[in-house]
């Protein structure tokens, strides 16, 4: 799983897409965040292609799954209370295979 | 409301001890405990995991202990390296035992002392 980029700064309403891509040939694919002393929440999933989901915490993301490979988080007003360590991930299906991370990106909204 | 409690929030061990992890959930319904392991820089990698119709699961060093009645599960590390040093989190899948519903732990940073 590929994530770019590993860091970004952002300037508040300053619209990003963090990219994300797996070679795996995976069905499933997903987004979360990992805050200091709140562990990993989860932002959307997507099962298949065109299918997406809200996971824990949603708001102020969107994504789209127009492909199986790529699974894209779009932010498209950030604000600093976005800012965090994102982390992809995918798996083959959502029966408890497991989760394949990327290494993160690395995001502030200052 | 948090589902998953994890504790300690840190640990320091030294080498050749017993590194003990704990974790607790609320949802009978969860029904898949992994536990995923992250370096620093690095994306979290799945390192065992236990179904709760077994009360013990041992990889290596690595033992998770399950405890159905008490809704409470534990990472065990045997013999800590300095290489063990990463965070830990436990998680729980909710009904239907899928991986894309897991809600994790808060973590658990482990340092191994050489």
């Known amino acids: 799983v590929t994530q770019t980029p590993k860091f970004q700064v952002l300037k508040t309403g300053q619209s990003m897409t963090l990219q994300c891509a797996q070679d795996?040939?995976?069905?499933?694919m997903y987004w979360y965040r990992q805050d200091p002393g709140l562990g990993l929440r989860q932002i959307y999933y997507?099962?298949?292609?065109?299918?997406?989901d809200k996971g824990d915490v949603p708001e102020g993301y969107k994504v789209s799954r127009k492909e199986k490979r790529n699974f894209p988080l779009i932010l498209e007003s950030p604000s600093p209370n976005q800012t965090s360590l994102y982390f992809c991930?995918?798996?083959?299906?959502?029966?408890?295979?497991?989760?394949?991370f990327g290494n993160g990106t690395r995001l502030t909204v200052t | 409301q948090q589902q998953v409690k994890q504790s300690p929030q840190s640990l320091i061990v030294q080498k050749g001890g017993i590194s003990i992890i704990n974790c607790a959930y609320e949802?009978?319904?969860?029904?898949?405990f992994p536990w995923y392991q992250q370096f620093p820089g690095k994306g979290p990698a799945l390192l065992i995991a236990i179904r709760p119709d077994v009360s013990e699961k041992k990889e290596g060093r690595f033992t998770i202990s399950f405890n159905k009645s008490a809704k409470q599960f534990s990472l065990h590390i045997m013999d800590s390296q300095p290489g063990d040093s990463a965070t830990y989190f436990c998680a729980a899948s909710r009904a239907g035992g899928s991986q894309g519903n897991l809600i994790f732990g808060k973590g658990t940073k482990l340092s191994v002392k050489p």
């Open positions: 997507s099962m298949n292609v065109e299918v997406t």
């Open positions: 795996m040939n995976h069905n499933s």
């Open positions: 991930a995918s798996s083959w299906t959502a029966d408890n295979s497991p989760l394949h």
């Open positions: 949802n009978t319904a969860f029904d898949y």
